[in-house]
């Protein structure tokens, strides 16, 4: 059982629709990493909801048992203390009056920042358990070939006695792995 329900990860739902980013991209609206006080993620993000500041921030349920046995879910952010925004001066005039930032890091290379959430973003829509990888090793690039992340791209790494597909987010040189079986890729 969950110790408290999952959160709204993504504020709008359809924030990495390219019909939206262009929207956005008009109304002079750039991507930060939003770098916030310690564990004050969610809060961020709930304070900024009611401003309509566009956010992403991938959460992901890690399970763990209890010395009585019983097996709890917690929702933590894949990436502690960050919250990518898509902001205007004027919305990240808002962010910072939520008093939960500690810095705010603007983005050199936005399309390829971009990419890459846009890649968690549908890792995090397939339910595949996803766990945080912040070790980038050199490894295969490969892209899945089939099935509902077909198009992810990412490098193979080796953990334990499974292969699994490193997705990362270059910016922040950290990123997700799932497991994947040779069949399911293509060399680059």
């Given at each position: 059982m ?8 993504i ?12 929207d956005?991209?008009?109304s ?12 004050r993620?969610?809060?961020f ?37 960050y ?9 990240r ?13 603007e ?10 959430l ?8 397939s339910?595949?358990e ?9 490894g ?6 089939s099935?509902?992340m ?12 499974e ?26």
């Amino acid at each position: 059982m969950p110790i408290l329900k999952e959160e709204q990860s993504i504020f709008p739902e359809n924030l990495f629709d390219e019909s939206y980013l262009e929207d956005r991209r008009d109304s002079d609206a750039h991507w930060w990493a939003v770098y916030t006080l310690s564990r004050r993620e969610k809060d961020f993000m709930r304070r900024i909801l009611p401003h309509q500041v566009p956010f992403f921030c991938p959460i992901i349920g890690v399970s763990k048992r209890s010395p009585k046995g019983r097996v709890r879910t917690t929702f933590t952010p894949l990436f502690a203390n960050y919250v990518f925004i898509n902001a205007t001066e004027e919305e990240r005039v808002q962010a910072f009056k939520t008093n939960c930032i500690s810095r705010c890091l603007e983005v050199d290379d936005e399309e390829r920042l971009v990419f890459d959430l846009a890649q968690i973003s549908q890792l995090m829509t397939s339910k595949q358990e996803l766990r945080f990888e912040s070790k980038l090793e050199p490894g295969t690039l490969v892209r899945i070939k089939s099935g509902p992340m077909e198009g992810i791209e990412g490098v193979v790494v080796q953990s334990r006695s499974e292969a699994r597909l490193l997705v990362t987010v270059n910016y922040l040189q950290q990123g997700t792995s799932l497991e994947i079986k040779d069949f399911e890729v293509e060399k680059l």
